[in-house]
């Protein structure tokens, strides 16, 4: 089966310019630096790694609301990588994105019913039975209740903003949806409203979500696979019941480490691993494996070689000392 | 909402008002709503309604009141001072506001008639700020790169630029170049003059502020999900831009429109604006100030009026800008 979407080498780098005059680039952040993974339809990919490290950049370049620097993007089996902006439109409505920030995601001067109606005017869709219609629909599938529809977002709360950005999302049936953090900013109790609901509707719907995050326990409840990003790069690729159970990356096992266990007895005794030092910079990222600085099994080689991702059982590894 | 249930058969009817409540308010609506709880609003708007209507039909005002701007009276000027014979500065049934030292005219026709050129340039000039200052701050704003950095360029020339100098210095080179051009005559070529030099130098500070707005708005997250549903340029710039926009415009336009009308007063003044036989504001108080210790009513009318005018429009801008801020619900 073909994936609806496959990322070969991606790479996502921001130049830094000294002033407004100079022309040449003093530099580059390496936001996504070389990551290659395929989504199948229906799944869902999971992508988890700290504050920083390009999950965002790489959710938002793979449906091209940023420009590749290098590396392809394929959609559905065609190569998007070049196709301009303008030429996107016809893509957009199957592919989609929810965001973090649910204060910020929608337009304080329009209505629900204008912003969940936005994707069908734009795309310029009549669905059955008008757009009115339809989006009362949508609202009602999100569990919000339809006649609110003239009500502006300032009048709901974080975890009801949320499921409007979503109804938003869902509105033409993409195939694929970026979940930018969709709960990370949002209460617990909400968050799993909110989870349960986006595993509804990719049930309903059949959609893919590439899920991001980086609460680990919501990325094991939601993904099929999960990718552990580092510095703009991925350190392993696995599917869910296996990376959790035996982790074969260093950092991988640090992540997992980090995660309280719900026994205090457990929790007390059970071993850490705590990662010294900061994030390198991305701009100017450690050779050979770009974890070297911080782990505790770095060697001569790690600092020189680059290691590829390579098939452990059903996961991939990149790591030259893999567990 | 309150809904207090007596018993059964009064409870229809709360109960129908909660529907209409679920049905939701337009915009429009909750602004007209929030504007009307605010007094001072209430107030000034009527105020400032009233002026501008007394502006523009104050033809027909003078004519019901059976006043005429050009009409000498002097016979009840004293001939040694000037002064009118009567107490007050002439004030009277047939001279509501009094009359002019000198020539006898009605004062309150005089205000009327010279508020219409006073509003006049005030109007352009501050519609023509606007739609520079907009055109030029969404442009830089959303395109950025070198058109900002152009654009930005120049208004920091127009902004250091020592503007009042500038203007008097080239008013009557510039007039004489719009009358030679055949465009406008007299006193209309430099009203024109007027509206061209007040909007040349008064668009940069709302160009930047419309600006810094266009760049914090554009990197939020509705303007990209907009993006990610395929929305044009032209989409975002007029769905999802300039409906945040209200807020500064507003505030502007409360600012500048009293800013232009004393801009008016000030060069017409100083003789660079409208001249005699016209009359505006200025004019008027220019005259006024010579006879502040002899008659004081005039220029307590002449300068209380533009200061109520201006003092009403901001007033206003204010209330407005409360009533269409969505969050502002006190």
């Known amino acids: 089966m073909t994936p609806i979407v496959k990322v070969e080498n991606l790479t996502k780098h921001f130049p830094i310019k000294k002033n407004a005059l100079a022309r040449r680039a003093a530099g580059n952040v390496k936001a996504v630096d070389g990551i290659s993974f395929e989504i199948a ?43 301009s902006p303008a030429a996107m439109r016809s893509y957009r409505s199957k592919m989609q994105i929810i965001f973090q920030d649910p204060f910020s995601s929608l337009n304080p001067r329009h209505t629900i019913g204008r912003i969940i109606a936005a994707p069908f005017e734009i795309q310029n869709i009549t ?27 300032h009048e709901f709360s974080g975890g009801q903003r949320q499921r409007i950005g979503i109804a938003r999302s869902i509105a033409l049936k993409p195939k694929f949806i970026v979940a930018d953090e969709p709960v990370s900013a949002l209460d617990v109790s909400i ?69 309280p266990v719900p026994d205090p007895n457990t929790e007390r005794t059970r071993e850490r691993i705590l990662l010294h030092g900061d994030l390198p910079s991305p701009m100017n990222p450690p050779s050979g494996c770009v974890f070297n600085t911080r782990c505790w099994k770095a060697q001569d080689r790690c600092r020189i070689d680059e290691p590829e991702l390579l098939q452990i059982g059903a996961s991939s590894v990149a790591c030259h000392f893999p567990e | ?68 701007p050009n009409e000498l009276h002097l016979d009840q000027i004293n001939v040694s001072t000037g002064l009118p014979k009567a107490y007050l500065g002439g004030i009277s049934w047939e001279h509501p506001l009094g ?36 055109l030029a701050g969404i442009t830089g704003g959303y395109l950025k790169g070198r058109v900002d950095a152009t654009l930005g360029r120049v208004t920091d020339f127009l902004l ?138 005039f220029f307590l009318i002449a300068t209380v009026s533009l200061v109520l005018v201006v003092l009403a429009f901001n007033l206003l801008g204010d209330a407005v800008r409360d009533a269409l801020d969505p969050k502002a619900d006190k």
Request: proline letters at 5%; aromatic letters at 10%; one cysteine or more.
């Open chain 2, 160 to 297: 250091a630029f020592p503007s009042f100098f500038m203007i008097v210095a080239l008013a009557e080179p510039l007039v004489d170049r719009i009358q030679r051009l055949g465009i406008a005559h007299g006193n209309s070529a430099r009203i024109l003059f007027l509206i061209i030099i007040l909007t040349f130098f008064g668009w940069t500070g709302f160009s930047r502020l419309i600006r810094s707005q266009v760049l914090s708005l554009s990197e939020r997250d509705f303007v990209t999900a907009a993006t990610a549903l395929g929305a044009s340029r032209t989409r975002i710039i007029f769905q999802e831009l300039i409906p945040n926009l209200w807020a500064p415009v507003i505030v502007v336009l409360s600012l500048s429109l009293p800013g232009y009308l004393t801009a008016e007063s000030v060069f017409s003044f100083l003789g660079i604006g409208v001249q005699p036989p016209g009359f505006t504001w200025g004019l008027l108080i220019s005259n006024s100030t010579q006879y502040v210790t002899n008659m004081p009513s």
């Open chain 2, 1 to 68: 909402m309150s809904i207090e249930i007596v018993d059964g058969a009064s409870a229809s009817e709360p109960v129908l008002g909660a529907d209409e409540e679920l049905k939701g308010r337009s915009p429009r609506e909750l602004a007209w709503r929030r504007f009307r709880r605010n007094k001072v609003g209430i107030i000034a708007g009527v105020f400032t309604l009233g002026t501008l209507l007394s502006s523009l039909f104050a033809p027909f005002i003078c004519k019901v009141l059976g006043l005429d």
């Open chain 2, 99 to 134: 009359l002019l030292p000198g020539t006898g005219r009605d004062l309150l026709s005089q205000l009327l008639y010279g508020s219409r050129i006073s509003f006049l340039v005030m109007i352009l000039a501050t519609v023509a700020t606007l739609f520079v200052g907009l």
């Open chain 1, 41 to 83: 339809p229906g799944e869902t990919l999971g992508m988890v790694g700290e504050s920083g490290c390009g999950k965002t950049t790489a959710g938002r370049t793979i449906i091209k609301l940023y420009e590749p620097t290098g590396g392809k993007i394929f959609f559905e089996g065609e190569d998007i990588t070049k196709v």
């Open chain 1, 127 to 153: 669905p059955e039975g008008g757009v009115k219609r339809a989006v009362q629909t949508l609202m009602e599938r999100v569990g919000l209740n339809p006649e609110h529809y003239n009500r502006f977002p």
């Open chain 1, 191 to 259: 968050q799993a409203q909110i989870i349960n609901l986006l595993d509804d509707l990719q049930t309903e719907f059949g959609m893919s979500f590439l899920f991001i995050a980086h609460d680990l326990s919501v990325v094991q409840h939601i993904s099929d696979r999960v990718a552990v990003m580092y510095l703009g790069k991925i350190m392993e690729i696995a599917p869910t019941t296996d990376l959790y159970a035996a982790p074969h990356h260093p950092y991988t096992k640090a992540l997992l480490s980090a995660v």
